[in-house]
C-alpha cells in the first residue's frame, strides 16, 4: 500500500496554546487530471480504453456542472455529496438585495458518512499510512506515541 507523505512542523505562534507543539501536514504528491485518472481506471480491468473511459468522465463532468448550476445536490454514493454555496454582500434593505450581491459561488462537498462508505474520516484514517518527507521511518497508528492534537 502507497504512504502518504507528511512534513512535521512546529508551531511557532506565541499567542497560541499549541505554541511549541510539533505537528504534521500531509504532502500532495501531483494533481490528476481527467487524463491520468481515466488511463488509471482503465489499469484497473475495464475493458474499455482509456479514450472511451475519458469520454464517459468528460461528460460527467459536463452533467455534474448542468446539475449543480439547476439547483441540484449531487449524491455519489460511498464518495458523498456535492453542492454549491455563495457568498454575498449584505444589504441593509431586503428590497436592494440582487444577484449584484453575489460575489462568488463555490463547489462545496460534504464526504458520504454511512457505514459502507470507504471514504468517512475513520475509514481514511484507518486505512492511510505515513512516511516522513525527510525519510524518516514512522511508527503505524497505535505504534509511537502521540496524542492526535
Known amino acids: 500500500m502507497a504512504r502518504l507523505l507528511i512534513a512535521k512542523y512546529k508551531n511557532n505562534n506565541d499567542k497560541s496554546t499549541a505554541y511549541g507543539k510539533t505537528y504534521g501536514r500531509l504532502v500532495h504528491q501531483d494533481t490528476m487530471n481527467t487524463s491520468d485518472l481515466c488511463r488509471h481506471m482503465m489499469k484497473h480491468g475495464t475493458i474499455f480504453t482509456s479514450d472511451v473511459v475519458k469520454g464517459v468522465v468528460e461528460r460527467f463532468i459536463m452533467c455534474f456542472e448542468e ?59 484507518k486505512k492511510a499510512r505515513f512516511r516522513s518527507v525527510n525519510g524518516e521511518e514512522m511508527p503505524e497508528a497505535g505504534e509511537g506515541e502521540g496524542s492526535g492534537e
Open 67 to 125: 446539475l449543480l448550476l439547476e439547483g441540484n445536490k449531487i449524491k455519489l454514493d460511498g464518495l458523498g455529496t456535492f453542492y454549491l454555496s455563495a457568498s454575498t454582500e449584505g444589504v441593509a434593505d431586503e428590497s436592494k438585495f440582487s444577484a449584484n450581491n453575489v460575489k462568488a459561488i463555490h463547489v462545496r462537498f460534504l464526504p458520504d458518512q454511512s457505514k459502507e462508505s470507504e471514504y468517512t474520516a475513520k475509514m481514511l484514517t
